[in-house]
């Protein structure tokens, strides 16, 4: 279900309570809130809430997670893991940002960033 933001850009929401089981595909921004038992391939931001948890593969641009994950994730730009999270899994990313007292058992992979040349 897409939300509007104040600033007014869309974003989809899966509210606490509800429950995914298959393969979830969006163009825009995401929130979990819920859980999902399936790939997500999410084209914006995931934010995965506390009470969220995400059971699979992940393709986004960049993900903050506060609760948690287990499966493969490839996050183009960065990944967040708050206090809060839960990482079990592989993980490829071109930036990590790991919290004090978030859990994160898995391998990481840094991706190369391209420099641009003045």
Do not use: W
Not at 49 to 70: L, Y
Not at 86 to 107: C, K, M, R, W
């Amino acid at each position: 279900m897409a939300t509007q933001h104040n600033s007014g850009t869309l974003y989809n929401a899966l509210t606490s309570g509800s429950k995914i089981i298959g393969t979830v595909i969006t163009d825009s921004d995401m929130r979990v809130d819920g859980s999902i038992e399936g790939d997500v391939k999410c084209a914006g931001k995931l934010v995965i809430g506390e009470k969220g948890s995400v059971k699979g593969n992940v393709e986004c641009q960049s993900a903050e997670v506060m609760g948690k994950v287990e499966g493969k994730l490839d996050v183009k730009e960065t990944l967040a893991l708050r206090a809060t999270s839960s990482l079990d899994g592989e993980v490829s990313t071109g930036t990590l940002v790991v919290e004090p007292n978030a859990t994160f058992n898995g391998s990481c992979t840094m991706t190369n960033k391209v420099v641009s040349k003045k």
